[in-house]
C-alpha cells in the first residue's frame, strides 16, 4: 500500500506520523529546516514561499506553543493564516469534523494544521480530502498517537548538537504511555539509524510491549542515565491519565526527576531536551533545565524552522 502521506510521486503530500516516513523525507525536512535557521540568523523577516496560499490552524486541543510556533511559521512563509477558535466555531455547535473540512475547504484553504485529542482525526481529515491535491494536512498532535512536528524539532536539535545520529544514545525519560512525543521521537531516532534508544520510567508509565519498538527499557533512572549522549524528558501528561499511577509528583521526582546528580552520570556533553512545557520539580529540577547543558530554549527556536520547512515543503517549494 502506498505511505497515505506521500503522492504517486513519492512526495509528501501530508504529514501525519514520522512512523513509515522514508529516512530521505526526514533528511529532506532537516536539511530544509537548516536553510531556514539560516535565513533566521540573517534577520530575514519574510519569505515568499506561501505567497497568496492560506493556512488554517484547527486546534481542537489546548496548545500555546506549537500553534504560536505554526502560526509565526507560516506568517514568515508569507501565508495568510486563519486561527479557528473551535470554542465558537460551529464544531461547538454540534457540526461534524469533516462538515468543518468541507466548509473551510469552500473557502479555499490550502492547508490544515490539525491538532485533536481523538488519535487519527488528521489520518480522517487526509483521507477526506484526498480528492484534492492542492490540500495538505499537518498532524499538529493527535491523542496519543502522534506529534510529528515536535518529533522532527527533536531530531534537529540532536543533529545540530551531535552530529551523527548512528554514533548515539539517547534516553526518554518519564511519562511514555501518554506520549504523542515519545512515540514520534523514538520512530524518528530508529529511522535514523540510532544504535541506542532508551526509554526510562516507571512500569505504570511505559506502554506494554515497548521494547518492540526497538528500545531498551530501563526502570531505574540511575542506570537509564550511564553514557547518555542526550536526556529527553517528558512531562507528566495528568489530562490524560485514568486512575492513580503514581503515588505522587514528588515520589516520581525524586526517582524520575532529572537532577544535577542524575546528570552527572550521563556523558560529560550531554544535553538535555524537554518538549515544554516545563514541570519544574516534578520531572525536572531548575538548576537543570536553565543549566549549561539545557538546549530546551534552542529547541523552540529550532521547532519555527522546521515548521517553516515542513509547509514549504507540502507546498512544492
Do not use: W
Not at 76 to 92: E, K, M, P, Q, W
Amino acid at each position: 500500500m502506498r505511505n497515505p502521506q506521500l503522492n504517486a510521486h513519492g512526495e509528501l503530500q501530508h504529514l501525519l506520523t514520522i512512523e513509515g516516513l522514508p529516512r530521505e523525507v526526514i533528511v529532506h525536512i532537516l536539511d530544509t529546516a537548516g536553510s531556514f535557521v539560516g535565513i533566521t540568523e540573517r534577520d530575514v523577516k519574510k519569505v515568499p514561499i506561501l505567497r497568496g496560499k492560506s493556512v488554517f490552524n484547527l486546534f481542537f486541543e489546548n496548545s500555546t506553543r506549537t500553534r504560536t510556533t505554526f502560526e509565526i511559521a507560516a506568517k514568515r512563509l508569507s501565508a495568510d493564516v486563519i486561527n479557528l477558535n473551535i470554542n465558537t466555531s460551529s464544531a461547538a455547535k454540534g457540526e461534524s469534523l469533516l462538515d468543518t473540512i468541507d466548509n473551510l475547504s469552500a473557502m479555499h484553504a490550502d492547508m490544515f494544521v490539525v491538532r485533536h485529542a481523538s488519535s487519527g482525526a488528521p489520518h480522517l481529515i487526509a483521507r477526506h480530502v484526498e480528492g484534492h491535491p492542492h490540500l495538505h494536512v499537518v498532524n499538529a498532535g493527535d491523542g496519543r498517537h502522534a506529534h510529528p512536528t515536535q518529533g522532527l524539532l527533536d531530531l534537529y536539535t540532536l543533529r545540530h548538537y551531535k552530529q551523527d545520529f548512528t554514533r548515539l544514545s539517547v534516553a526518554v525519560v518519564g511519562d511514555v504511555l501518554h506520549s504523542r512525543v515519545a512515540r514520534s521521537l523514538i520512530h524518528g531516532l530508529t529511522t535514523m539509524g540510532t544504535p541506542d534508544v532508551r526509554v526510562v520510567g516507571p512500569k505504570t508509565l511505559l506502554p506494554e510491549g515497548v521494547e518492540k519498538l526497538g528500545v531498551r527499557v530501563f526502570h531505574d533512572m540511575n542506570e537509564g542515565m550511564k553514557g547518555c549522549d542526550a536526556i529527553v524528558m517528558l512531562r507528566l501528561q495528568n489530562e490524560r491519565m485514568k486512575g492513580p499511577l503514581l503515588p505522587s509528583a514528588q515520589e516520581f521526582f525524586k526517582s524520575y526527576g532529572l537532577t544535577a546528580e542524575k546528570l552527572a552520570l550521563a556523558k560529560p556533553d550531554a544535553i538535555v531536551m524537554h518538549p515544554g512545557p516545563m514541570n519544574r520539580g516534578v520531572e525536572i529540577d531548575s538548576a537543570v533545565a536553565d543549566g549549561p547543558r539545557s538546549v530546551i530554549l534552542p529547541q523552540v527556536t529550532f521547532g519555527i524552522a522546521v515548521r517553516m520547512a515542513v509547509m514549504a515543503i507540502l507546498a512544492g517549494n
